[in-house]
């Protein structure tokens, strides 16, 4: 897919830290009828983010606070890049490579609290519960 993509600068995808991710990610990107341009883009923008932290490694899991901080740049390309790094954590959930964080706040609590109430007393089936 990459090499389709890029057909003079694959290598530079193929051989970064984590190329096999960006090469599953461009699959992903055309499954879900992202247009030739703006995935080239967005792989673009990964390969960046991914390449500038030591934090990820193929293969590896991913973290969500990791990711965050990775694809958070200065300057007129920072909405750009947080919103490949939305997709890019939309690929990893999809993947089951994705470590999310646990968030604590009173909202997230009070949500975690009455999905568990539905769950258990009011004996909601789990697609209930995502569409509830």
Same mark, same amino acid.
């Given at each position: 897919?990459?090499?389709?993509?890029?057909?003079?600068?694959?290598?530079?995808?193929?051989?970064?830290?984590?190329?096999?991710?960006?090469?599953?990610?461009?699959?992903?990107?055309?499954?879900?009828?992202?247009?030739?341009?703006?995935?080239?883009?967005?792989?673009?923008?990964?390969?960046? #983010?991914?390449?500038? &932290?030591?934090?990820? %490694?193929?293969?590896?899991? /991913?973290?969500?606070?990791?990711? $965050?901080?990775?694809? *958070?740049?200065?300057?007129?390309? #920072?909405?750009?890049? &947080?919103?490949?790094? %939305?997709?890019?954590?939309? /690929?990893?959930?999809?993947?089951? $490579?994705?470590?999310? *964080?646990?968030?604590?706040?009173?909202?997230?609590?009070?949500?975690?609290?009455? %999905?568990?109430?539905?769950?258990?007393?009011?004996?909601?089936?789990?697609?209930?519960?995502?569409?509830?």
């Amino acid at each position: 897919m990459l090499q389709d993509l890029f057909p003079r600068d694959h290598r530079r995808y193929e051989c970064s830290r984590c190329g096999a991710e960006l090469e599953a990610f461009a699959c992903w990107l055309v499954e879900q009828g992202h247009r030739r341009h703006p995935l080239r883009l967005h792989l673009h923008r990964a390969r960046e #983010a991914l390449g500038r &932290s030591h934090r990820f %490694r193929s293969g590896a899991m /991913f973290r969500e606070a990791d990711l $965050r901080e990775a694809f *958070v740049v200065p300057g007129a390309s #920072a909405y750009m890049y &947080s919103c490949t790094g %939305r997709i890019f954590s939309r /690929f990893l959930a999809d993947t089951k $490579r994705l470590i999310r *964080v646990e968030r604590t706040d009173p909202l997230s609590l009070l949500c975690r609290r009455y %999905r568990q109430y539905l769950a258990e007393v009011r004996g909601f089936s789990v697609p209930s519960l995502q569409h509830h």
